[in-house]
């Protein structure tokens, strides 16, 4: 570690009282829920112990865990959901603590191998580059530019199209890299961010990379990641942990993967190899299989749409008995003529080729009593995928016996006023019902004035969300609550139908600027919303990790109580174990998950002191089902309302001074 300071330093002098951060930010007042929680993270890394911990909006979690796992002396991995707390970690947080408060660390922030550029592979493209549009081509000069003279590699410093195809020729993957063996290994991107990383005390990462490093490493096939060694990791966002890891832990076929296959198989030997005519024909054998068993998929599993899934079962799978065996068969042609050769583009041809042969054979035979097999069609990418049913085990066996110190954090942990749903999800518990390891849990509530500063307002007028025309009927409320505030509204979603009919209802009589999600890149709505007044009609990623302070967002307008949908295969899976054990899959799983998601998007309203608005929850279950009061209680004590008269005069209203944080 090279952490020093001029003067003997701790969490409390740097964060406590006329502290160092008080004094470096004249505008900073001391936050008490923020020493509370830096001095719980602070006894995890001392005691080497596990902690929960829940910190409301506003708290300054960062900080409370950035400077204890400084403090410690030992290699921290930070790992967030979004993009945008990693940037406002790297690029924000740390500097101030090493520029303000004189502290003196290495940090390195580390995305997948997807977002560099892969100097060997770009060699080859540069050849014979091949784009999939003449749009696409005109980005190419300044591609080219730009790789001569990057230091990092990354994706992000250009401003190419989301949707820029070639990039998968140009970048690799953990799958697809050749490791040691590239040419280009000493000098490759990636190679150089991990040797940063050696170096480093913090690793700033997010949830998907970290736990695709775990997967690689506790797969037993493979020894190195991307992350080098580290003694402890603090989990931000943790709320969406289970998610991630569940990708990761389980194994996923399509027709995307069989195709980079085959065409990365053309592409490891030159023309003029006496090899090359075999393994081209090859290729051709295993297109051909896998474009017979994606073509016959949708109509035998029962895929209606380009965005549906459908669980997988050995009777379904047993209708693709036939092209599944000819995928199999011709990537396991391909593994015998490649296997043994010298070429590391070879040896890695080898070695996907019969990684996906296993997994088709365990998508096929659909068995593992632990594992949810399901179908998905994604536009023109159909994935064969199976993922563990509980990620609880996996972390237990994958990640708890290495590690002493783990700290979990989010503004959504415990469901109503408990930590137990979040700590099960986790494999905190074991099956005879005690923690694995030394766990504490810590609550710190968030520092804004909610009654001042916020308003739920509950309608009972509506119809059930289940019924039919509620949602002719909530476009007609979201009309009258935008009047209120002038637009400045989110208008949340919790399916995509809804969403474009609300949208198809109600955005052609606003007077502000109507915004759809999908039809612009997330960032760019974002910009187009905090510059006028609009109304964002979205779903999904927008009901967490958004922020948009001040005047700009001044109403939150949810359709229903957010269900995961029993229709989902791995919810379905979920619940059907819980009842295998004689559990209450609604009581246990499905109602606490609904409370965390219902509080990250009444997250998305008030984001500082002097933010004030409304909160509108449209569906009528949670003021008149028994089970509304665990929403209410789980939710920040606002002013609650029921009519928009009253709603109206309280907005537009003399504004109350809100109480000061301290």
């Not at 001044?554 to 359709?559: E, Q, R, T, Y």
């Not at 998007?601 to 009528?620: E, K, N, S, Y």
Request: with cysteine; hydrophobic share 40%; net charge neutral.
């Amino acid at each position: 570690m090279s952490l020093s300071v001029s003067t003997p330093v701790s969490v409390d002098s740097l964060l406590g009282p006329g502290g160092a951060l008080e004094v470096a930010l004249p505008a900073y007042e001391h936050r008490p829920e923020q020493l509370q929680m830096a001095r719980a993270v602070e006894r995890a890394f001392t005691e080497r112990s596990y902690l929960l911990a829940e910190a409301g909006t506003g708290t300054g979690k960062t900080l409370a865990y950035l400077v204890p796992a400084l403090l410690s002396g030992r290699r921290v991995v930070v790992s967030t959901a979004t993009k945008t707390l990693q940037d406002q970690i790297f690029f924000k947080d740390l500097p101030l603590l090493r520029e303000k408060m004189g502290l003196r660390f290495e940090a390195a922030y580390l995305k997948g191998r997807s977002n560099y550029l892969c100097l060997h592979r770009y060699d080859a493209f540069s050849k014979e580059p091949q784009f999939g549009s003449r749009e696409e081509s005109r980005y190419w000069p300044k591609l080219k530019a730009w790789a001569e003279e990057t230091d990092t590699g990354d994706r992000s410093e250009l401003d190419l199209p989301e949707s820029f195809s070639a990039w998968s020729r140009l970048s690799t993957t953990s799958e697809t890299c050749v490791g040691t063996k590239c040419p280009q290994y000493e000098t490759c991107f990636v190679t150089r961010m991990r040797k940063r990383a050696e170096q480093a005390d913090l690793l700033v990462v997010n949830h998907h990379l970290f736990f695709a490093d775990l997967a690689l490493r506790s797969s037993g096939k493979r020894t190195e990641g991307v992350l080098p060694w580290y003694e402890a990791v603090i989990f931000d966002e943790a709320h969406a942990l289970e998610d991630a890891a569940s990708g990761h832990f389980g194994c996923s076929v399509s027709n995307y993967r069989l195709e980079e296959l085959a065409r990365d198989a053309v592409a490891s030997l030159k023309e003029d190899d006496a090899r090359h005519a075999m393994l081209r024909a090859l290729a051709a054998r295993l297109r051909a299989g896998a474009d017979a068993l994606f073509a016959q998929a949708p109509r035998a599993l029962g895929l209606t749409n380009q965005e549906s899934s459908v669980a997988l079962r050995p009777e379904v799978m047993a209708k693709l008995a036939t092209p599944l065996e000819g995928a199999r068969d011709a990537l396991a042609a391909l593994s015998a003529f490649t296997v043994g050769e010298r070429e590391p583009e070879l040896a890695a041809i080898t070695r996907r080729a019969d990684e996906m042969e296993e997994q088709l054979s365990f998508l096929e035979k659909a068995e593992s009593a632990d594992h949810v097999y399901w179908a998905e069609q994604r536009g023109k990418g159909l994935f064969l995928r199976a993922s563990p049913i509980d990620v609880a085990k996996e972390l237990r066996e994958r990640m708890y016996g290495a590690l002493d110190t783990v700290v979990y954090t989010s503004a959504t942990l415990a469901a109503d006023s408990r930590f137990d749903f979040f700590a099960n999800r986790m494999g905190l518990y074991g099956e005879d019902g005690q923690t694995v390891t030394k766990v504490r849990t810590l609550a710190v509530p968030s520092p804004f004035d909610y009654p001042s500063q916020a308003a739920l307002y509950l309608p009972t007028h509506l119809p059930d969300p289940t019924a039919p025309g509620f949602i002719e009927e909530a476009a007609e409320e979201i009309h009258r609550l935008c009047e209120v505030t002038g637009g400045r509204a989110f208008v949340l979603f919790t399916s995509l139908r809804n969403m474009v009919r609300a949208y198809e209802l109600v955005a052609p009589r606003l007077p502000y600027q109507a915004l759809l999600q999908g039809e612009r890149p997330k960032q760019q709505l974002l910009e187009a919303f905090r510059e006028t007044p609009s109304v964002l009609f979205a779903a999904h990623s927008f009901w967490e990790g958004v922020d948009v302070p001040g005047d700009a967002l001044s109403l939150v307008i949810i359709d229903r109580l957010p269900f995961a949908s029993p229709g989902d295969p791995l919810v379905a899976a979920r619940i059907r174990q819980l009842q295998q054990r004689g559990e209450e899959p609604f009581e246990l799983y499905q109602l606490p998950h609904a409370a965390l998601a219902l509080r990250q998007g009444f997250g998305r309203l008030i984001r500082t002191q002097a933010d004030r608005g409304i909160v509108a929850m449209l569906d009528r279950r949670i003021v008149t089902k028994a089970y509304g009061r665990v929403f209410l209680d789980s939710l920040p004590p606002a002013r609650r309302m029921d009519d928009v008269v009253s709603l109206s005069r309280w907005f537009n209203g003399p504004v109350r001074p809100v109480r000061t944080i301290r």
